[in-house]
C-alpha cells in the first residue's frame, strides 16, 4: 500500500513538473507575396507573376516602442516567436514608401496569430523589357521634367547591388540596357530582383526575374 501512494506522488510531482516547461510560446507568422509585371522581347505585356516562394525578403515585428524583430522570409513566409504579450504589427518594405503592413495584432494567450498576407506589388511606369530575361535587359521610363533621380538594381532584401543611372534625367523618354551584373562586374545570379526609379517624391519599382 505504501509502495503505491509512493508512487502516485512521483506521478503528480512529474506532471507538476511538466505543466510548468509547456507555457504557451506566444507568435506570429505569415505569408509574403511579391507581385510583378512580365513582357516579351519586344515589351508587349504577357501576364502577371504573383511570386509566394520567395526567401530573403526582410520582415520587421513593430510595437509602440519601434521595430522589436527582425527577421527574413524563408519559402515566402515568417515567423516571430516568444514575444510578450501586447500589440504588434508585422511589415515589409523594399524603399522608403513601397511597405506592407499588417493591420495591429494582439498577442494574449494564443500559441500562433497567422496574419494576413504582406503584399509588395510592383508599380509605376518602368518597363524592363524582357521579363523575366536572361543575360541582360533593357528599361524605359518617362520623366516629366529635368530631375535629379537614381536608377538601381536592389537584392532580395532591398539593398542595392548596381546603380545604373544617378543624376539629372532628361525630360522625356529614358532607357539603358542593365547586362545583369552587379557594382563589381560579376553576373548576378538567377532569381529575383528589384529595378527601382527614386525621383525623391516617389519610387517606381518593379519586379525583375533573371532564369
Given at each position: 500500500?505504501?509502495?503505491?501512494?509512493?508512487?502516485?506522488?512521483?506521478?503528480?510531482?512529474?506532471?507538476?513538473?511538466?505543466?510548468?516547461?509547456?507555457?504557451?510560446?506566444?507568435?506570429?507568422?505569415?505569408?509574403?507575396?511579391?507581385?510583378?509585371?512580365?513582357?516579351?522581347?519586344?515589351?508587349?505585356?504577357?501576364g502577371?507573376?504573383?511570386?509566394?516562394?520567395?526567401?530573403?525578403?526582410?520582415?520587421?515585428?513593430?510595437?509602440?516602442?519601434?521595430?522589436?524583430?527582425?527577421?527574413?522570409?524563408q519559402?515566402?513566409?515568417?515567423?516571430?516567436?516568444?514575444?510578450?504579450?501586447?500589440?504588434?504589427?508585422?511589415?515589409?518594405?523594399?524603399?522608403?514608401?513601397?511597405?506592407?503592413?499588417?493591420?495591429?495584432?494582439?498577442?494574449?494567450?494564443?500559441?500562433?496569430?497567422?496574419?494576413?498576407?504582406?503584399?509588395?506589388?510592383?508599380?509605376?511606369?518602368?518597363?524592363?523589357?524582357?521579363?523575366?530575361?536572361?543575360?541582360?535587359?533593357?528599361?524605359?521610363f518617362?520623366?516629366?521634367?529635368?530631375?535629379?533621380?537614381?536608377?538601381?538594381?536592389?537584392?532580395?532584401?532591398?539593398?542595392?547591388?548596381?546603380?545604373?543611372?544617378?543624376?539629372?534625367?532628361?525630360?522625356?523618354?529614358?532607357?539603358?540596357?542593365?547586362?545583369?551584373?552587379?557594382?563589381?562586374?560579376?553576373?548576378?545570379?538567377?532569381?529575383?530582383?528589384?529595378?527601382?526609379?527614386?525621383?525623391?517624391?516617389?519610387?517606381?519599382?518593379q519586379?525583375?526575374?533573371?532564369?
Amino acid at each position: 500500500m505504501l509502495r503505491r501512494l509512493g508512487i502516485t506522488a512521483l506521478l503528480l510531482l512529474s506532471g507538476c513538473g511538466r505543466d510548468k516547461v509547456t507555457a504557451p510560446i506566444l507568435g506570429i507568422r505569415g505569408p509574403v507575396v511579391l507581385v510583378g509585371y512580365l513582357t516579351d522581347g519586344t515589351g508587349r505585356p504577357i501576364g502577371t507573376r504573383v511570386f509566394a516562394q520567395a526567401d530573403g525578403v526582410p520582415v520587421e515585428l513593430v510595437s509602440n516602442a519601434g521595430v522589436v524583430a527582425t527577421t527574413h522570409t524563408q519559402n515566402g513566409r515568417y515567423a516571430f516567436a516568444g514575444m510578450p504579450r501586447g500589440s504588434y504589427k508585422v511589415r515589409t518594405q523594399v524603399t522608403y514608401d513601397l511597405v506592407a503592413e499588417t493591420r495591429t495584432l494582439t498577442v494574449t494567450d494564443a500559441l500562433v496569430i497567422e496574419a494576413d498576407t504582406l503584399r509588395l506589388q510592383s508599380r509605376g511606369d518602368l518597363y524592363p523589357i524582357p521579363n523575366p530575361f536572361t543575360s541582360s535587359l533593357f528599361t524605359t521610363f518617362e520623366m516629366s521634367g529635368s530631375v535629379q533621380a537614381s536608377l538601381r538594381v536592389l537584392d532580395p532584401s532591398g539593398a542595392p547591388i548596381r546603380t545604373l543611372l544617378e543624376g539629372r534625367f532628361p525630360q522625356g523618354l529614358n532607357g539603358i540596357t542593365w547586362d545583369g551584373t552587379d557594382a563589381r562586374g560579376v553576373p548576378v545570379p538567377g532569381g529575383f530582383y528589384w529595378l527601382t526609379l527614386d525621383d525623391g517624391q516617389a519610387t517606381r519599382a518593379q519586379l525583375v526575374f533573371r532564369e
